[in-house]
């Protein structure tokens, strides 16, 4: 399945996708205000730590050697096997751990212990998340696109009724409840559409550890736990400093803004997990990385381009129709959150192949090294640009994230005879 193909299905995803994140942000905006955008943030942004940490951080190593193995129908059974063996054993770990300290998480995440129920129900509901997420890497490994679509999809629009219907009703705390029972109606229906594939049967189940191939994994989970953790935790940081300095409401137009980029660049980096992950996987030599890596090039640049300019010249109305009047002060962030876009998606597609070749050491100090930088310019330049300087940031913050991609696979992409 070539790049053009999959980003159909990946628009499928994308549109569904952002279609009901952007009407549930509408919904929460009106209904909660800037710090109820706020707070819904952080905790997304702190279950999203907690759902990768659950099921091993190993979705990126299924999708790899699914796709690497797929035609050993042996080793594929084998490396579910252990994976589902993984993803039981840390999701029951982690939410151990969720329930024992749900009301400190409660208080330092989200303020009070006020929501400390919510905390609870992550727990518990954590096991349901951690194997669909599983299934779905595996449903990815394996081009089952058009399967892989429609559990997306339907997860999509269960989050989004679910999140209608409580925030109408509980208000914040409806919407932090749906972001976690969402998962077990997701779950139930995944189980039903796989249930005759045979991707995990009685003998997936009791086939025995593998140890070799639980190492290869681990080396991915390592990947995905920093990443995991830098993300979230640098933009929790940076949510509080914004909190601190410039107020609550500030914080909720920075949130605002973040959604707004996440949610018209979801088409690029859904395609590029649902397509360059297992593609890459999978090419042998360095002429067939840096032809597929150019080629992607042609079709991802122009489109992000062409969306930065039109978000851009439509963000009044963007934000009118995503949110409310009360946001209209997110709009000095547009330019700048839309220059740091295209730098962040260009820089992104070498960053797969660190994923996708397992570079562990290198990965690893780039994820950690340009959170951290975030963080620092955001705080140096809040204090020059007020809320405007985390958008400045953001932009700079990717310019020299790119540069950086650049130079490490320079040889890659400017040697016309790689080997």
């Not at 980003?7 to 205000?33: D, E, H, N, P, Q």
């Amino acid at each position: 399945m070539n790049l053009i193909k999959t980003s159909v299905f990946s628009a499928f995803i994308t549109f569904v996708r952002i279609s009901s994140g952007f009407v549930a942000g509408k919904v929460i905006a009106m209904l909660t205000g800037p710090i109820g955008v706020a707070t819904v943030g952080a905790f997304t942004n702190f279950s999203s730590i907690v759902l990768a940490i659950g099921n091993g951080a190993i979705n990126n190593g299924v999708i790899k050697y699914v796709s690497e193995y797929n035609d050993d129908k042996e080793k594929t059974t084998r490396l579910i096997s252990t994976a589902l063996k993984i993803t039981f054993i840390s999701s029951i770990a982690v939410s151990a751990f969720i329930l024992f300290f749900a009301r400190y998480f409660s208080k330092v995440i989200l303020g009070n212990s006020e929501y400390v129920n919510v905390i609870f129900v992550l727990g518990i509901t954590l096991i349901f998340y951690a194997l669909n997420s599983l299934i779905i890497s595996i449903l990815n490994g394996k081009s089952e696109i058009k399967k892989y679509t429609l559990v997306n999809a339907i997860g999509s629009i269960t989050s989004l009724l679910l999140t209608i219907l409580l925030v109408v009703y509980y208000k914040v705390a409806g919407a932090l409840y749906s972001i976690v029972l969402s998962q077990v109606i997701v779950f139930a229906f995944t189980a039903f559409l796989v249930r005759k594939s045979g991707i995990i049967s009685k003998k997936t189940v009791f086939e025995k550890f593998d140890k070799k191939l639980g190492l290869q994994l681990s080396h991915f989970s390592l990947m995905a736990l920093v990443s995991a953790l830098t993300v979230p935790v640098s933009q929790i940081l940076l949510r509080n400093i914004i909190a601190h300095d410039l107020g609550i409401n500030a914080a909720g137009y920075w949130q605002g803004m973040m959604r707004v980029s996440d949610g018209y660049l979801m088409l690029i980096t859904t395609s590029l997990s649902v397509y360059y992950l297992p593609k890459l996987s999978a090419l042998a030599t360095d002429r067939e990385i840096r032809i597929e890596v150019l080629n992607g090039y042609k079709i991802i640049l122009p489109t992000v381009l062409i969306g930065c300019i039109t978000i851009y010249l439509l963000r009044f109305y963007v934000i009118q129709v995503l949110f409310s009047k009360n946001f209209f002060q997110m709009e000095s962030l547009f330019f700048w959150q839309l220059i740091g876009d295209f730098f962040k998606m260009a820089s992104w597609v070498l960053a797969f192949l660190m994923l996708a070749k397992a570079k562990t050491t290198i990965y690893i100090i780039t994820e950690i090294g340009f959170s951290a930088l975030y963080v620092l310019l955001s705080y140096a330049l809040i204090q020059v640009f007020g809320i405007r300087g985390t958008a400045i940031s953001f932009a700079l913050n990717y310019f020299i994230y790119m540069l950086v991609m650049i130079y490490i696979f320079r040889k890659l992409l400017f040697n016309k005879n790689p080997s």
